[in-house]
């Protein structure tokens, strides 16, 4: 079983009204998207617009590309815990607003993105309980890093929604990444939609009884998370407070070799509470 994963990205919109009651965001200026007059949204994989995902993290160790992540905050990276499980290739980095890993500069008719920069990672705080186990049970975990983000059109933080659980509402989600595809690595960020499925096909599928209820089971044959590395977002479109916003759902954990699904995603949602404690920590511990 493969551990390391990355994504296809799809754009389709799944529109809900959230019930907001008590639900609140984690990061209030979030999920929003410069977002283009015709916007593609095709089942399968497909080049990605390039404002379309500006959350999406790479988690590098020496230039080299080891998973992907989502930023929450201004100072910390959503990734799966795994990433971090062998010291000797664990990420040093963290590397936001880029879209084609081959240029150094990128741009097409809805303008430039600025020059990438890499950003050291602080500290890596993996969840308590992650065991690296053919099941990854709680597989997660926070990223600070060394420098605070200034949100922009390129750099943009994903929504949390705290105190609500939505999961149930999609049949479908969007999932955005450079991994693999026919062996081989896409450089430029790619985007398709992957089927909401119940978490008991992917253990009759996979033949993996001990699943656990905080994972998500997503994909098909025609469109799918690839070998690659893990920390791909699951997401939806939603709109909350009268704007269009993607919320994240869960992060791509572990699947099929072949890349013709389902896969298995770490339900974020399920995990609220532990990454809304641990950010509180560090607020608190750095006010003093």
């Known amino acids: 079983m493969k551990h ?3 994504g296809f ?3 389709v919109c799944l529109l809900f009204w959230a019930n907001e009651g008590a639900a609140h965001l984690l990061e209030n200026n979030c999920g929003t ?3 283009p007059s015709r916007f593609k949204r095709v089942v399968g994989g497909q080049d990605a617009e390039i404002f379309s995902n500006p959350w999406l993290a790479i988690l590098l160790q020496d230039q080299e590309y080891r998973c992907t992540g989502s930023l929450v905050t201004s100072r910390f990276v959503l990734t799966v815990a795994d990433c971090f499980n062998n010291s000797n290739s664990a990420p040093t980095k963290v590397r936001l607003g880029d879209y084609d890993r081959n240029r150094a500069q990128d ?3 809805l303008g430039c993105l600025p020059r990438t920069s890499d950003i050291d990672i602080e500290r890596v705080i993996p969840h308590p309980k992650f065991e690296f186990t053919p099941g990854n049970v709680n597989n997660i975990a926070l990223v600070r890093i060394a420098e605070e983000i200034l949100f922009s059109d390129y750099i943009r933080p994903i929504c949390l929604l705290v105190n609500q659980p939505l999961l149930k509402q999609f049949s479908s989600f969007i ?3 450079w991994g693999h595809y026919n062996r081989v690595r896409k450089e430029v960020l790619q985007t398709a939609i992957v089927r909401h499925r119940d978490i008991e096909e992917c253990k009759s599928i996979l033949q993996m009884n001990n699943l656990s209820k905080d994972l998500i089971c997503a994909g098909d044959t025609t469109s ?4 690659g590395d893990g920390g791909t977002p699951l997401t939806a479109e939603i709109v909350y407070e009268k704007v269009s916003r993607i919320f ?3 992060l791509s ?5 072949a890349c013709k699904g389902p896969s298995v995603y770490t339900n974020v949602t399920y995990h609220m509470k532990w990454i809304e404690d641990t950010l509180f920590q560090f607020i608190n511990k750095n006010s003093r």
Do not use: N
Request: hydrophobic share 40%; with cysteine; charged share 10%.
């Open 248 to 250: 994240q759902f869960g």
């Open 175 to 177: 999932v955005a990444g």
């Open 253 to 257: 954990s572990f699947g099929f070799t």
């Open 9 to 11: 990205v799809a754009l």
């Open 33 to 35: 998207i410069r977002q």
């Open 224 to 227: 799918d998370t690839c070998f």
């Open 4 to 6: 390391f994963k990355t």
């Open 107 to 109: 741009c097409s008719s």
